[in-house]
Structure formats: C-alpha cells, structure tokens
C-alpha cells in the first residue's frame, strides 16, 4: 500500500506540472484529495491492515498528503501568476499614444502658453534662442547685475518675495536676469529671448496679480542701434495685431536701459480710431525697451567698449489680456476649467 501511496504522490506531482489555470487545478485536487478522491479510496482501505502495519502506513500517508498539498499550493501560485500576465496583456495599453480622434475631456494649452509659443516661433524665425532660468534667482542676477544696486530707488517699484533665512535670494520679479546669465554662458554676438514666471507681492484685483508671465529680449553684437530694435519690435507688432499695426517709443526710464522708450501699438480693437479698451487714444502700451545700458554689459562679461545691445520685455499676460479680451486677470492663474476652455 505504501508504493501506491508513492504512486499517487507521483502522479499528482507530475499531473500539476502541466495545469496552467484554476478551473484544472481545482478539478484534479477533488480527483486527487476530495471526499470521494483516489487518496480517500486508499486510506478506507487501512481499515484491513493489523495495527502495526496501519501505522506504517498511516505514518506514510501523512507524509505523502503532506506533499502533494504542498505541490499543489505551488501549482495554485503558478496559475495565479499565469493569470495575472494573461490579464495584463489583454489589458495593456500605450498611455503614451495619443487619442486619435478622441477630443472628449482632452484639454487646450493656457492661453498664456499659446501666445508665447507663438512669439517664440516668430523670434526663433529671426535667429533669436529661447533661454530659461530658475525662478528662484539671487538677489544680484535679479537687481544689482540690472544696474539696480541695493539703495536705488528703483526696486520700490517691484515689491518682492524675499525667502527666509536667504537674504541674498528672491522670486524673481522679472525674466532680465537670463540676460545677464545668457551673455555668460554665449557671449557676444547674443540673440536671446526669455519667457517664464514671475513674482511681486502685489495685492490682488482685476489687474494685479502676484504670479503672471513675462517675455525679454536681448540683441547684443557690433554696431547695434536703436534702429535695429525699433525694427525688431515692429515685426512683432504686426505679427501680434496685423500688418497695419503701428508702434510709437515715447521716452521711459529703465535703470538697466539707457536711453530707455516705453512701447504702445495702435488698438487692434478700434484701429487707432479711439475706444474703451485703449480709453480712448487710440494706443496700447504693450513693452519696454531700450539701448542696454553699459553696466549691464559689463555684469554679462561683454565689453561695451565693443559692442551694444538692445532689450525689450512684454506683458505676456497683458498681451494675453488684450487679445482675448480679459478684463480680470485672476482668470489666468485661477484654473477654472469654465474659463480655460474657451481657448
């Protein structure tokens, strides 16, 4: 009776080692140790053994039980991890693939986002490279290197976030120190643009917010002059507002310009004719600009023995604001699905 206890045991094993799935295991453990299974059959019969051999083979049978138990809870994960690769290859899915066709629930791009990466292709077209930079910034890159140095009255006109325990690191209040960073790290000739965040402690309204969006230019190289940015700030213009687009530089000061202009465009919505949005002159004030001023030049490790330059700066969000028609802007930096999915 023991041999074919180790028969059994034999034949369980080897018969586990083909189930791949739970519905056969399941069959063959009643075949094997159900109620009425082949290893019931042959412990009925230790009935008609003496008392001495039914030990033995009480003892065997224990130990063979005990086996194929354990052969089946091996086969049992075997089938679960079958499973589970089947299941997931059924299931698999490129969550990288775009939803051809599909536009329920897809979302736009910001309308901040849209009016940039229309600029950038614009400059990028004029030979200009777009340049980032961290929007935590020293306090140096953001003011100093600008010709604004600690006592100049000119960063009460940017109130600022300053950080803790970090005297000498602020938000930055403005993208010109990629201007600095970018004639450091290229050189002379320079043509660079910079897009990105910025942060002033301003109190909020429908015209003030303390996070929008500003775009900054660079030119540096032999020979330039205000001819070349009035040019460049032109192309832009009509490319913004169309071909019959006009701009006038009326004289601003900019600590980090000089001489520095203040730059408006004829009112796309009235075409210079006089309306509520550009209250009534017929202009909008859209940058500034101007020559960069030698100390700039020198904090950008450019001789301006040797070479000029010229800079500029949009709004972003206020030329946003003018071409859709914003007239709070809260909306911009809100996230109310309600408001964003109009563009």
Not at 46 to 72: C, P, Y
Request: aromatic fraction near 8%; glycine fraction near 10%.
């Amino acid at each position: 009776m023991q041999s074919q206890l180790e028969q059994l045991k034999q034949a369980a094993i080897d018969a586990l080692k083909t189930v791949t799935d739970n519905e056969s295991l399941e069959r063959l453990r009643v075949e094997v140790l159900g109620r009425k299974g082949k290893m019931a059959d042959l412990m009925k019969q230790m009935a008609t053994l003496a008392d001495e051999e039914r030990k033995l083979v009480g003892a065997a049978a224990n130990e063979v039980k005990a086996a194929i138990e354990a052969a089946f809870g091996e086969a049992e994960g075997r089938a679960h991890e079958a499973q589970r690769a089947q299941r997931a290859q059924a299931e698999w899915i490129d969550v990288t693939e775009p939803a051809i066709g599909v536009r329920s629930g897809m979302g736009n791009l910001h309308p901040v986002t849209q009016v940039r990466e229309s600029l950038e292709d614009l400059f990028v077209s004029m030979g200009f490279i777009v340049e980032d930079g961290p929007e935590l910034e020293s306090d140096h890159l953001n003011f100093t290197a600008l010709n604004i140095p600690p006592t100049h009255p000119a960063r009460d006109m940017q109130d600022t976030f300053y950080v803790d325990g970090h005297p000498d690191m602020v938000m930055r209040t403005q993208t010109s120190p990629v201007q600095i960073r970018g004639m450091r790290k290229y050189g002379a000739p320079l043509r660079l643009i910079a897009p990105g965040r910025v942060f002033r402690n301003e109190a909020t309204d429908v015209r003030h917010e303390h996070t929008f969006h500003q775009l900054e230019g660079i030119v540096v190289d032999k020979g330039i002059s205000f001819s070349h940015l009035k040019g460049v700030l032109e192309t832009v213009a009509k490319h913004l507002y169309g071909a019959d687009t006009q701009i006038r530089l009326r004289p601003k000061f900019y600590p980090f310009v000089e001489p520095g202009v203040n730059g408006e465009v004829t009112c796309f919505l009235c075409k210079g004719a006089g309306c509520r949005l550009c209250k009534k002159s017929g202009w909008l004030e859209v940058f500034g600009a101007g020559m960069v001023h030698p100390n700039v030049l020198r904090e950008g490790g450019v001789d301006p023995d040797v070479y000029s330059g010229f800079a500029f700066g949009f709004g972003l969000t206020r030329l946003v604001m003018l071409k859709y028609g914003i007239d709070d802007i809260r909306h911009l930096e809100g996230g109310d699905l309600r408001f964003l999915k109009q563009f």
